[in-house]
């Protein structure tokens, strides 16, 4: 029991690292962009109040560099991120978004 237990778990690893290469590889290196977003973590997950000023200075960045790994990381979904809030984000931290920025 064990051992399948170990074996499902290192299926899931493979399939969690296939997926997170894949989205580096097409998305053109988001994933280091959103692993900057780690200071955003505990607002979109509902575990603070307002967004911490770290945050705010690196979805400015991320805006104003690579505006398309915001649409990737609210596709992935990534763990217990409430989708209202990561939306809502840029509102919070008084960042202003246009289509251009998300179309560059």
Known sequence: MAARAASMLGA?????????????????????????????????????????????????????????CLCLALGLGLGNVNKTRAHGLPDKCGIPLSITSVRQ
């Not at 780690?38 to 400015?60: D, M």
């Open 12 to 68: 899931a690893a493979l399939v969690v690292a296939a997926i997170l290469a894949s989205a580096q590889s097409t998305a053109g290196g988001c994933m280091q962009t959103l692993i900057d977003m780690s200071p955003c973590h505990n607002y979109i997950t509902g575990n603070e109040t307002t967004p911490p000023k770290s945050c705010c200075s690196q979805l400015a960045i991320v805006v104003s560099s690579k505006p398309e």
